[in-house]
């Protein structure tokens, strides 16, 4: 279980690209390492982070990620500068109550295969894309709020899940087709078309 406490916590948000999506900054680690997505909150089994923040009635999906959480809220609900602070002192005040984020072994009860990590039995065209994955489009859509997950490989076409603010963003087309797709295509010759999986 990944606990925090302890510390007085200080939250900020920045704005992503995508207008229904905004990214809560902690001074704390949240899931070192680590990033897992709520799309909606008969998923959110593993974080009681999650299930508390689905309470709010305009969130819609949550995704918690080292050090910051970005909620996507339900189009034209609620504005984020009317509900900014409510959340900020809620995320403050869990944090700061040590209460849990994840819970692990609910997380590998999921058995999803979200993960970017090379595994042994992945075979040279899925672990070049996995590393590029991991060293060059991770932290550029983390500093957006967001996630970009291996799916699958078959027959030249890379599979991927956009989440947090890439999930529905306006411009998560683009930088899928014309940003990754191009970048994957000029390192690895074997691709030849990147799509995004339909939540």
Do not use: H
Request: negative net charge.
């Amino acid at each position: 279980m990944i606990k925090t406490g302890n510390t007085v916590v200080s939250i900020y948000t920045e704005m992503t690209p995508n207008p229904e999506t905004m990214k809560f900054v902690a001074n704390k680690l949240l899931y070192p390492g680590k990033s897992i997505d709520f799309a909606d909150e008969t998923t959110a089994k593993p974080s009681p982070l999650a299930q508390e923040l689905f309470a709010f009635p305009f969130i819609k999906a949550v995704f918690i990620a080292s050090n910051f959480i970005t909620l996507t809220k339900t189009v034209d609900t609620a504005d984020w500068q009317d509900v900014i602070p409510t959340i900020k002192q809620f995320l403050k005040d869990y944090l700061e109550e040590g209460k849990p984020v994840i819970i692990e072994e609910e997380v590998a009860a999921m058995k999803t295969n979200n993960t970017n990590e090379v595994s042994a039995d992945d075979d040279d065209v899925v672990k070049r894309i996995k590393e590029l994955l991991e060293n060059y489009v991770k932290p550029a859509v983390e500093m957006d709020g967001g996630a970009i997950q291996f799916k699958s490989y078959n027959n030249g076409t890379v599979n991927l899940s956009m989440q947090g603010s890439c999930s529905g963003c306006p411009s998560s087309t683009v930088t899928l087709k014309a940003g990754i797709e191009g970048m994957m295509k000029r390192m690895i010759p074997e691709v030849k078309e990147v799509v995004a999986e339909a939540e």
